[in-house]
Nanobody
């Protein structure tokens, strides 16, 4: 599976962006899709995840209530709607896909098999 992330850019604090992650082919219902981010000099961190089957969603505490992950099965695409952006949200955002990931592992990048190329989000103060 190849993943193509897009939608990053420069936005002022308090603004919004929507990231997209398009998969090259339909993934099975056992897949989960995740968004991670990595700020300069920082480790990669979990942002959000969604299961293709059932659509259960999971969020990092730092983005809960501001970010929304969703999926469009017909387009094999996952979205990350980011509202009320803060300067500390500045990072390269990566989408990832993995099969058969248990709930407790969704938050770990090591559980995912496929990664997109990343899209840069810059939030100015």
């Amino acid at each position: 599976v190849q993943l193509q992330a897009s939608g990053g850019g420069l936005v002022q604090a308090g603004g919004s962006l929507r990231l997209s992650c398009a998969a090259s082919r339909r993934t099975s219902s056992s897949y989960a899709m995740g968004w991670f981010r990595q700020a300069p000099g920082e480790e990669r961190e979990f942002v959000a995840a969604i299961r293709w089957s059932g659509g259960s969603t999971y969020y990092a505490d730092s983005v809960k209530g501001r970010f929304t992950i969703s999926r469009d099965n017909a387009k094999n695409t996952v979205y990350l709607q980011m509202n009320s952006l803060k300067p500390e949200d500045t990072a390269v955002y990566y989408c990832a896909a993995g099969r058969g990931i248990i709930v407790t592992s969704l938050y770990s990048g090591n559980a995912y098999d496929y990664w997109g190329q990343g899209t840069l989000v810059t939030v100015s103060s």
